[in-house]
């Protein structure tokens, strides 16, 4: 065993402290051969400090492409030549795709704008899609709409949003490699705003964007120290048409050495798998993530590209004997 997760089973899965950068760095850095016993480890540290349960969620799109800011990874950017067009989705819609989203079982449904930060226009249909929401579906609802102003965080609260979605995407010393039109500075004061009202903070990143493994590590620990509820764990899906189209897809056993690792800084976190999984893990990668530290998912397609059906996944639970966390148990 090496000495690392001798280490790891002492401090975190006996006394719920995160290993530091340098602790995940080791294990980011652990050789083939040892990533089975990371990820068992990395299990047992799920199942002592965050249970059995699975949360599941669905995302949708309330406005779609045409967005003003320059991140190198994402297709909905106005900058760049990818296929994605602007496109505002309609209330009855955000309706419909929350109920379809709840008969998977899912607890939680996230409505994504592909802005800055919100305008007028935007929080008018915030406002109204959560209402509609509200009075129809029996589902927690979250957002993910840029970066924000203390009065749209108050807002938002108002509305009954439990949930805000702000990524960092990567270490603060990699972030200005990925986006030049705004700072990680200015992301993480959105988040500590979202945090000090009271909502959920969900915040993660994107993995395979050209950092090193020890930027990996120091992402790691700049999420711990954020201590958001839940951090969803991408990995690159090379888009056409931007900046990062033709990078490589990250290796199969770097993305669960990825998840032993988040694990291990963040024993209390849900870890959600998120975008590139199905091209990075596949599906016996898939099932190791999730018998290596991973307690939710987004099921059905994400903004852009295409996820595995929801039945899939919600097969693979029911396989490995993983309950789906019940709405009850959130509200």
Not at 47 to 52: A, E, I, L, S
Not at 108 to 130: H, N, S, T, W, Y
Not at 151 to 159: G, I
Request: a negative charge; aromatic letters at 4%.
């Amino acid at each position: 065993m090496p000495e690392i997760l001798d280490q790891a089973r002492t401090q975190v899965l006996e006394n719920g402290v995160g290993l530091d950068e340098a602790g995940v760095l080791a294990v980011l850095n652990l050789p083939d051969e040892d990533v089975p016993a990371a990820l068992q480890l990395a299990h047992e540290v799920r199942m002592r400090w965050c249970g059995p349960e699975v949360e599941v969620e669905g995302i949708v799109s309330l406005k779609t492409g045409g967005c003003p800011e320059d991140c190198h990874f994402c297709s909905q950017s106005g900058l760049f030549t990818s296929p994605v067009r602007s496109v505002w989705l309609d209330i009855p819609s955000l309706v419909e795709a929350a109920k379809q989203t709840a008969k998977t079982g899912a607890t939680e449904f996230c409505i994504v704008a592909a802005v800055r930060g919100p305008d007028a226009r935007l929080m008018k249909q915030m406002r109204e899609g959560v209402a509609a929401i509200k009075a129809e579906v029996d589902i927690q609802v979250a957002a993910s709409l840029g970066m924000l102003t203390q009065e749209q965080v108050d807002e938002l609260v108002e509305m009954g949003v439990h949930r805000y979605n702000h990524n960092l995407e990567t270490c603060r010393s990699y972030f200005p490699n990925v986006v030049t039109t705004h700072s990680w500075e200015e992301r993480w004061e959105t988040l500590k705003m979202v945090r000090e009202s009271g909502m959920e903070v969900c915040c993660g990143g994107i993995l395979g964007l050209g950092e090193t493994v020890e930027q990996r590590a120091e992402f790691a620990a700049q999420l711990a120290e954020l201590d958001p509820h839940e951090v969803p764990l991408n990995f690159l899906n090379p888009r056409p048409g931007t900046p990062l189209g033709d990078r490589p897809v990250v290796e199969g056993k770097d993305a669960l050495r990825a998840i032993a690792a988040f694990r291990l800084a963040m024993p209390r976190t849900i870890l959600r798998y998120a975008g590139g999984r199905e091209i990075t893990l596949g599906d016996l990668g898939t099932r190791d993530g999730l018998l290596g530290g991973i307690n939710a998912v987004i099921v059905g397609n994400y903004l852009t590209t295409l996820g595995r059906p929801a039945t899939d996944d919600l097969a693979l639970l029911d396989d490995l004997k993983m309950p789906v966390k019940a709405l009850s148990a959130t509200l």
